[in-house]
């Protein structure tokens, strides 16, 4: 399926069969009807289980109808399950039930929870993925807390929780539908995958369209949740003005669920949102940022936090601070080449997210001369540090080289844009390999994968 337009169809099997097969011994999928092909040549009969034998016969196959119509997902996941799994996923970590209790949101969660029925398509998709992408369940139950409380913080209309809620629940089902590797890699994706990932948020929209109960705000938050209001997303680089108004609610908890459960801190705490909602402020709307950020100031709120950001060493510190000051200069040249194409989403959208990490450069300092002058300073006394400064700066700069991460991963896809001169492809090109080495992971797309004769057309995105 196109990244920019609507060509998936329901009633064409994919991955998600095989997944319907992987959980055989605990949600055995059942034919509740002859499943028929397109010309209507029996598949499969009634009263058949799916198996990986079945699966391997019926994937790929455009059927008569759609897959989900045809089958029942045993022992089912149910609404209560799923109210008691989202109370028991927040209740768990005292900060995030600091949250939950501060603004009474049982209550609410308790409500949309009845506004409208859980179709039971989507309650199947939620069970097997429960399954077999235990941590993608996971995010969405966070994601459907998460993005009605942001809803909620900003005092928005009541009936805009419901749609929040519902995105945040839903948003991520169209990644049981592509390939596993490029649903669950964090890095290195070839082309395919990359361009398979991108296809997820529309498959979403299309299987809840297709349910026919949710309004557009559900249904459009869910194909803009990956966009940014800095046009640092996909699948389009969508300008602020065309993003659903829910969709950056349901964004902003993704990445929060990232922070707050990442495997290589030490321990929770919402501290480390502070830093990543300023480094932030335009990526997904300054409101919604700047409404998080005032509640995780309140006293009520930070005077209840009792973990503190773990300690760092000064010269640690500085060389992050070099690292940000090099991607810098880098992105004064990927800027003046970008700047070039106006008429290119990308192009744009590279020009945009520079433009956003100046402006954090400006009013914060981070990778300027003055403070590496002051960590210089610092190395040498430092007995006159204050470690709790020092942890927040550190945080920061953490957060630039992510935001750097994905300019990144905006400066290959222009790179692919087949209207641009072979002189800007190799500058673009140049600078891309220059800045790998200097971000905190590889980067999400393998610039190096073999790349299908099509791929240039496909990406210019004009």
């Known amino acids: 399926m196109s990244e920019e337009n609507n060509e998936y169809e329901l009633n064409q099997t994919d991955e998600y069969v095989n997944h319907l097969a992987d959980v055989q011994d605990t949600h055995p999928a059942t034919a509740s009807e002859d499943i028929l092909n397109e010309h209507g040549v029996l598949l499969l009969k009634k009263g058949a289980v799916i198996n990986q034998k079945v699966a391997g016969h019926l994937v790929q196959h455009k059927l008569k109808k759609e897959l989900d119509q045809?089958?029942?997902?045993?022992?089912?996941?149910?609404?209560?399950?799923?109210?008691?799994?989202?109370?028991?996923?927040?209740?768990?970590e005292s900060e995030l039930n600091l949250l939950h209790q501060h603004f009474e949101f049982e209550v609410t969660l308790r409500q949309l929870l009845f506004v409208k029925p859980i179709p039971a398509q989507i309650l199947q998709r939620l069970t097997v993925m429960q399954e077999v992408m235990?941590?993608?369940?996971?995010?969405?139950?966070?994601?459907?807390?998460?993005?009605?409380?942001?809803?909620?913080?900003?005092?928005?209309?009541?009936?805009?929780?419901?749609?929040?809620?519902?995105?945040?629940?839903?948003?991520?089902i169209g990644l049981l539908h592509i390939p596993v590797e490029a649903a669950t890699k964090q890095e290195g994706l070839t082309y395919q995958q990359w361009r398979a990932l991108k296809t997820h948020p529309i498959v979403a929209r299309i299987i809840l369209e297709g349910r026919k109960i949710y309004d557009e705000d559900v249904l459009s938050a869910v194909a803009d949740h990956q966009e940014r209001c800095d046009r640092s997303g996909y699948p389009a680089q969508k300008p602020a003005k065309e993003i659903n108004w829910a969709a950056p609610l349901v964004g902003l908890a993704d990445q929060l669920f990232d922070i707050f459960y990442d495997k290589e801190r030490t321990s929770r705490?919402?501290?480390?949102?502070?830093?990543?909602?300023?480094?932030?402020?335009?990526?997904?709307?300054?409101r919604n940022v700047e409404a998080l950020l005032?509640?995780?100031?309140?006293?009520?709120?930070?005077?209840?936090?009792?973990?503190?950001?773990?300690?760092?060493?000064?010269?640690?510190?500085?060389r992050q601070n070099d690292q940000v000051h090099q991607l810098f200069e880098m992105a004064?040249?990927?800027?003046?080449i970008a700047s070039d194409y106006p008429c290119s989403r990308i192009a744009r959208g590279v020009s945009e997210c520079i433009t956003q990490l100046r402006w954090v450069r400006d009013s914060a300092g981070m990778?300027?001369?003055?403070?590496?002058?002051?960590?210089?300073?610092?190395?040498?006394?430092?007995?006159?540090?204050?470690?709790?400064?020092?942890?927040?700066?550190?945080?920061?700069?953490?957060?630039?080289?992510?935001?750097?991460?994905?300019?990144?991963?905006?400066?290959?896809?222009?790179?692919?844009?087949?209207?641009l001169p072979a002189e800007d492809k190799a500058k673009i090109e140049a600078l891309y390999k220059k800045m790998q080495p200097l971000l905190p992971r590889p980067g999400l797309i393998d610039p190096e994968a073999p790349e299908p004769e099509e791929q240039t057309a496909a990406m210019a995105n004009e």
């Open 70 to 92: 045809s089958i029942s997902v045993a022992n089912p996941l149910t609404v209560y399950d799923i109210l008691n799994q989202i109370l028991e996923l927040v209740e768990s």
């Open 332 to 336: 004064v040249e990927l800027f003046d």
């Open 134 to 172: 235990p941590d993608l369940y996971k995010r969405s139950l966070f994601c459907a807390w998460m993005a009605p409380l942001l809803a909620k913080i900003q005092d928005l209309p009541h009936q805009s929780y419901f749609s929040a809620f519902a995105a945040g629940l839903s948003h991520d």
């Open 269 to 286: 705490t919402i501290l480390t949102w502070n830093a990543y909602l300023e480094v932030n402020m335009s990526t997904f709307g300054v």
């Open 367 to 419: 990778g300027s001369e003055h403070l590496s002058e002051w960590l210089g300073w610092g190395e040498k006394n430092k007995d006159q540090i204050d470690q709790v400064e020092m942890s927040e700066i550190s945080e920061l700069l953490t957060c630039l080289l992510w935001r750097f991460r994905h300019l990144w991963r905006l400066a290959v896809e222009l790179s692919w844009n087949d209207k």
């Open 294 to 318: 005032a509640v995780l100031k309140e006293p009520k709120i930070s005077s209840h936090v009792n973990k503190a950001l773990p300690e760092v060493n000064v010269g640690s510190v500085s």
